[in-house]
């Protein structure tokens, strides 16, 4: 055999194996055997550069890490799909598409997993893999098609010619997910809170080398473009993916009715936890095209589809204990310590327990067995005790009448369920209101950090956030570890941040209900301290968006001793707060938008941020209510993301959003 012919054959052999490892999960060869064979292939490349393939597995290899992604259009809107949660409600759905289709149509069904990862389109046209972007907004998206080649479980070259438009989700299994926390925690990195996320943060870097090295997968199980292909069913859509040899899920199954849908639902339900990946329901899909066509969409979902989702993962622990901490507005907060449980992708170890309410409606014990759940897949909580596994020796948390940090006694609010530790000094809550004044959305101090406030409390430096500014370099010298050159760094980066922004000081405050929204608004609205000083109940009330209780809070705080002392003290330090200088309502690719953050942001602070979409001419809130129309979520997003999909408000992540809408830099 002529040696050409034989690299081709190499070629096609490596490909055959590919295909066998990464998409039927059945390995043809070791791996000895493999990267046998594969180094044979490079060798024979480096000696023929000529003879090198486009569809060669070697050139799957990352190439150079880009500068930025590429926004793009997505030619098929990217849709949603609408949530029913139990039986009743897929009859419900069922009798709605049978109602709205002409009388006498047949309709029938196919039943898929939902896999929870990132979702993508892929273009394929000629045969070669063309480009793929991520969701986004559902119109535009992020151009990922660097790091999406060098996944293999995707056909880097097919035999259909035609152009073919592809809906997908890259996962990572779970075992690749343990691999890669494990790597980030050795490495002292910040882990992947769970698989979904660690696939979008490998979709979206920058480097292909990395996304190379993680072991993604992508399933394909749309055809955008079906009708154009004349394509009649889903079913025969999903045919022919598996013959150019893609990856779709293996569970997929026709279903004539709601029967055999709710026999589906079951079987899977009790596959999951031995599934590879991950899952948060089924996805349910009316198999006839021109049928889903006649439905159409309603909002961004579709009509003829839906997720029938699961209910959350649960796991069983034991409480070894429960403390009690102090926040920095004085709340007595009850904290479970549980014997370490791994659930949906990371080991839990505490959870909230709100107050001493919940504690006593849930009669949740130290020694209780618990079942435990996240949400918003992410804030591990207690869903209910196991009474069945108690043995006699739980016992309650009593009510506290001292504050476990300053031994003052506490207090409750008649109207409230919150217990108070009242003291202003307790190191507790002067550590909290520190902390908070410090954070990036309020002064944003570098450096400053949980463990040099503590001692610096210690040493009696800081009776209130100002006493920040009259801080010494000797004084950080006194500090643990701290040299010279430490100690003149922390004691300049608290100088570089003397003059502070309105917003971000009345943020830093931690005025009661003002978040970063709602001082931004105050600041905007009263363009001076002094001016807000100064403001009437009525005066604040006007102002939109602020309630009674907000309004009252602002007007107490300013009038409070604590606030008083802070101003005298202010005067004669060097810290000035800046006025307000008016800016132009703005006209941009956000206008008509109400946008939340929610989250970790690992680019910029949530003041920067509302800051960023302000001048693309966005409106932002703190919470998230039927007005919004868009989520933007960070790191550790909870609640808000989980209310935001429920409300079928679109959804983005902090890279997908500063992805689509650059240009919101000052
Ligand atoms: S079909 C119009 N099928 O679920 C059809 N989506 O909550 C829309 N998803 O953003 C999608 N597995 O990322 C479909 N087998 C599956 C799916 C699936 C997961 C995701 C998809 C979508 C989200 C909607």
Same mark, same amino acid.
């Given at each position: 055999?002529?040696?050409?012919?034989?690299?081709?054959?190499?070629?096609?052999?490596?490909?055959?194996?590919?295909?066998?490892? %990464?998409?039927?999960?059945?390995?043809?060869?070791?791996?000895?055997?493999?990267?046998?064979?594969?180094?044979?292939?490079?060798?024979?490349?480096?000696?023929?550069?000529?003879?090198?393939?486009?569809?060669?597995?070697?050139?799957?290899?990352?190439?150079?890490?880009?500068?930025?992604?590429?926004?793009?259009? %997505?030619?098929?809107?990217?849709?949603?799909?609408?949530?029913i949660?139990?039986?009743?409600?897929l009859h419900?759905f069922i009798?709605?598409v049978s109602?709205?289709l002409?009388?006498?149509?047949q309709v029938s069904w196919f039943c898929e997993?939902?896999?929870?990862?990132?979702?993508?389109?892929?273009?394929?046209?000629?045969?070669?893999?063309? /480009?793929?972007?991520? /969701? !986004?907004?559902?119109?535009?998206?992020?151009?990922?098609?660097?790091?999406?080649?060098?996944?293999?479980?995707?056909?880097?070259?097919?035999?259909?010619?035609?152009?073919?438009?592809?809906?997908?989700?890259?996962?990572?299994?779970?075992?690749?997910?343990?691999?890669?926390?494990?790597?980030?925690?050795?490495?002292?990195?910040?882990?992947?809170?769970?698989?979904?996320?660690?696939?979008?943060?490998?979709?979206?870097?920058?480097?292909?080398?990395?996304?190379?090295?993680?072991?993604?997968?992508?399933?394909?199980?749309?055809? =955008?473009?079906?009708?154009?292909?004349?394509?009649?069913t889903h079913e025969?859509?999903i045919?022919?993916?598996?013959?150019?040899?893609?990856?779709?899920?293996?569970?997929g199954k026709a279903c004539a009715d709601a029967l055999e849908i709710q026999a589906f639902y079951?079987?899977?339900?009790?596959?999951? @936890?031995?599934?590879?990946?991950?899952?948060?329901?089924i996805v349910i899909k009316l198999q006839d095209l021109?049928s889903q066509?006649?439905l159409?969409?309603?909002?961004?979902?579709?009509?003829w589809a839906c997720?029938y989702?699961? @209910?959350?993962?649960?796991?069983?622990?034991?409480?070894?204990?429960?403390?009690?901490?102090?926040?920095?507005?004085?709340?007595?907060?009850?904290?479970?310590?549980?014997?370490?449980?791994?659930?949906?992708?990371?080991?839990?170890?505490?959870?909230?327990? %709100?107050?001493?309410?919940?504690?006593?409606?849930?009669?949740?014990?130290?020694?209780?067995?618990?079942?435990?759940?996240?949400?918003?897949?992410?804030?591990?909580?207690?869903?209910?005790?196991?009474?069945?596994?108690?043995?006699?020796?739980?016992?309650?948390?009593?009510?506290? %009448?001292?504050?476990?940090?300053? +031994?003052?006694?506490?207090?409750?609010?008649?109207?409230?369920?919150?217990?108070?530790?009242?003291?202003?000094?307790?190191?507790?809550?002067?550590?909290?209101?520190?902390?908070?004044?410090?954070?990036?959305?309020?002064?944003?101090?570098?450096?400053?950090?949980?463990?040099?406030?503590?001692?610096?409390?210690?040493?009696?430096?800081?009776?209130?956030?100002?006493?920040?500014?009259?801080?010494?370099?000797?004084?950080?010298?006194?500090?643990?570890?701290?040299?010279?050159?430490?100690?003149?760094?922390?004691?300049?980066?608290?100088?570089?941040?003397?003059?502070?922004?309105?917003?971000?000081?009345?943020?830093?405050?931690?005025?009661?209900?003002?978040?970063?929204?709602? +001082? /931004?608004?105050?600041?905007?609205?009263?363009?001076?301290?002094?001016?807000?000083?100064?403001?009437?109940?009525?005066?604040?009330?006007?102002?939109? !968006?602020?309630?009674?209780?907000?309004?009252?809070?602002?007007?107490?705080?300013?009038?409070?001793?604590?606030? =008083?002392?802070?101003?005298?003290?202010?005067?004669?330090?060097?810290?000035?707060?800046?006025?307000?200088?008016?800016?132009?309502?703005?006209?941009? @690719? =956000?206008?008509?938008?109400?946008?939340?953050?929610?989250?970790?942001?690992?680019?910029?602070? /949530?003041?920067?941020?509302?800051?960023?979409?302000?001048?693309?001419?966005?409106?932002?809130?703190?919470?998230?209510?039927?007005?919004?129309?868009?989520?933007?979520?960070?790191?550790?997003?909870?609640?808000?993301?989980?209310?935001?999909?429920?409300?079928?408000?679109?959804?983005?992540?902090?890279?997908?959003?500063?992805?689509?809408?650059?240009?919101?830099?000052?």
């Amino acid at each position: 055999m002529a040696q050409q012919e034989y690299y081709q054959k190499l070629v096609e052999q490596i490909k055959d194996w590919d295909y066998y490892y %990464h998409v039927l999960d059945n390995p043809k060869v070791s791996d000895a055997d493999y990267d046998r064979a594969y180094q044979e292939l490079l060798k024979l490349e480096k000696e023929h550069p000529d003879w090198v393939v486009v569809d060669s597995p070697t050139q799957r290899v990352g190439g150079e890490p880009l500068k930025q992604f590429f926004k793009a259009k %997505h030619e098929f809107p990217l849709l949603s799909l609408n949530n029913i949660y139990n039986e009743g409600e897929l009859h419900d759905f069922i009798d709605r598409v049978s109602r709205n289709l002409p009388a006498g149509k047949q309709v029938s069904w196919f039943c898929e997993t939902k896999f929870d990862g990132l979702s993508l389109a892929i273009t394929y046209e000629g045969g070669r893999l063309l /480009r793929a972007v991520t /969701r !986004g907004d559902g119109s535009n998206g992020e151009d990922v098609t660097a790091n999406v080649q060098t996944i293999r479980s995707l056909p880097s070259k097919i035999s259909f010619l035609k152009k073919l438009s592809l809906r997908a989700e890259a996962l990572i299994p779970r075992l690749e997910f343990e691999r890669i926390i494990k790597e980030q925690a050795e490495a002292g990195q910040r882990e992947f809170a769970n698989p979904r996320n660690a696939a979008a943060g490998t979709i979206r870097q920058l480097d292909p080398k990395v996304a190379e090295s993680r072991k993604l997968k992508v399933f394909v199980y749309e055809i =955008l473009n079906a009708k154009e292909l004349d394509i009649k069913t889903h079913e025969e859509a999903i045919e022919l993916l598996k013959r150019e040899k893609f990856l779709t899920d293996a569970n997929g199954k026709a279903c004539a009715d709601a029967l055999e849908i709710q026999a589906f639902y079951e079987k899977i339900l009790v596959a999951r @936890p031995d599934l590879a990946y991950d899952i948060d329901g089924i996805v349910i899909k009316l198999q006839d095209l021109a049928s889903q066509e006649l439905l159409g969409i309603t909002g961004k979902a579709p009509r003829w589809a839906c997720a029938y989702k699961y @209910p959350p993962l649960q796991a069983k622990t034991k409480i070894a204990n429960i403390f009690v901490q102090v926040g920095r507005t004085g709340v007595l907060t009850p904290v479970a310590e549980f014997e370490p449980v791994f659930l949906a992708g990371s080991t839990v170890r505490f959870a909230s327990l %709100h107050n001493w309410e919940e504690m006593r409606e849930k009669d949740i014990r130290i020694g209780d067995f618990v079942l435990i759940e996240k949400a918003g897949d992410i804030i591990p909580q207690v869903v209910r005790v196991l009474p069945e596994m108690r043995h006699g020796g739980e016992t309650l948390l009593p009510i506290p %009448h001292q504050c476990p940090v300053c +031994a003052s006694p506490v207090s409750q609010n008649d109207s409230e369920v919150a217990i108070r530790c009242n003291n202003l000094s307790c190191h507790s809550r002067l550590l909290g209101n520190l902390k908070h004044f410090v954070s990036r959305d309020a002064l944003d101090i570098a450096g400053i950090g949980e463990s040099v406030l503590t001692q610096l409390l210690e040493m009696g430096k800081l009776k209130t956030p100002i006493d920040l500014f009259f801080l010494s370099v000797d004084d950080f010298l006194a500090l643990k570890e701290t040299r010279e050159k430490l100690a003149t760094k922390l004691f300049l980066s608290i100088k570089a941040r003397q003059k502070v922004e309105l917003s971000r000081y009345l943020y830093g405050l931690g005025i009661p209900h003002v978040g970063v929204t709602v +001082a /931004r608004v105050l600041a905007r609205h009263f363009k001076s301290l002094k001016m807000l000083e100064m403001a009437e109940i009525e005066a604040l009330t006007e102002v939109s !968006g602020l309630g009674n209780v907000m309004a009252e809070a602002v007007y107490d705080f300013f009038r409070s001793p604590l606030y =008083l002392e802070m101003e005298d003290q202010r005067a004669k330090s060097s810290l000035e707060v800046l006025d307000v200088v008016e800016t132009q309502k703005v006209d941009g @690719p =956000l206008s008509g938008q109400i946008l939340c953050f929610t989250g970790t942001l690992s680019r910029m602070g /949530r003041a920067q941020a509302s800051e960023y979409a302000a001048r693309l001419g966005a409106q932002t809130t703190d919470s998230v209510t039927k007005q919004t129309t868009m989520l933007v979520y960070g790191e550790k997003a909870g609640s808000k993301l989980a209310k935001a999909e429920k409300l079928g408000i679109s959804v983005l992540s902090e890279e997908e959003f500063f992805g689509t809408y650059p240009g919101g830099m000052n």
